[in-house]
């Protein structure tokens, strides 16, 4: 399995070296906690982490 890094801007798992969310390179691998986001409008984890797309996310980074 492929270890993914995180966008420390906005906490984006991605493989890739740059962000597919916001084109970040700055990304660590140093990060805990997934965070799965399907429905943004009725997800409370999504409102704290100011996260506007469906997708996977890191809780904390680094
Ligand atoms: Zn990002």
Redesign the pocket.
Known sequence: MVKEIA??????LTISRI??????K??NPNWSGLVIIIDVDSSQIAKILNIEKPGRYALKVR
Do not use: E, G, Q, Y
Request: proline fraction near 7%; glycine fraction near 0%.
């Open positions: 966008c420390r801007k906005c906490k984006t962000c597919p969310n916001c084109k970040s700055d990304l």
